[in-house]
């Protein structure tokens, strides 16, 4: 499966934007979709993950601020983000799987397949 991620780009904080990962390749429905987002000089850091039967995990600083949804008809997976701060600039990512567990969901090394990043950048 190929991933594209996509909806970055500069805004206020306590701006919104909605982030899509486009994806191509059949059974994408199938597939566990993570963000993550990667700061300069720091990790690479989860931001939420949804799977095939929609379940959700955030990353508890982003709990009530963001939320991941899917549209498995459309191949997209969304990650819509409110209430931004400086400190969410970044590079976005979206990452898939197919036979991730649960327990590794929060965790980029177990995802097969990424997207390119789009940036992000809240303005103070």
């Known amino acids: 499966v190929q991933l594209q991620a996509s909806g970055g780009g500069l805004v206020q904080a306590g701006g919104s934007l909605r982030l899509s990962c486009a994806a191509s390749?059949?059974?994408?429905?199938?597939?566990?979709v993570g963000w993550f987002r990667q700061a300069p000089g720091k990790v690479r850091e989860f931001v939420a993950a949804?799977?095939?039967?929609?379940?959700?995990v955030y990353a508890d600083s982003k709990k009530g601020q963001f939320t991941i949804s899917r549209d498995n008809a459309k191949n997209t997976v969304y990650l819509q983000m409110s209430s931004l701060k400086p400190e969410d600039t970044a590079v976005y990512y979206c990452?898939?799987?197919?036979?991730?567990?649960?327990?590794?969901?929060?965790?980029?090394?177990?995802?097969?397949?990424w997207g390119k990043g789009t940036q992000v950048t809240v303005s103070s």
């Open positions: 949804i799977r095939r039967s929609g379940a959700t």
């Open positions: 390749g059949r059974s994408f429905g199938s597939y566990t």
């Open positions: 990452a898939a799987d197919q036979s991730i567990i649960l327990s590794s969901m929060t965790s980029y090394q177990h995802y097969d397949y």
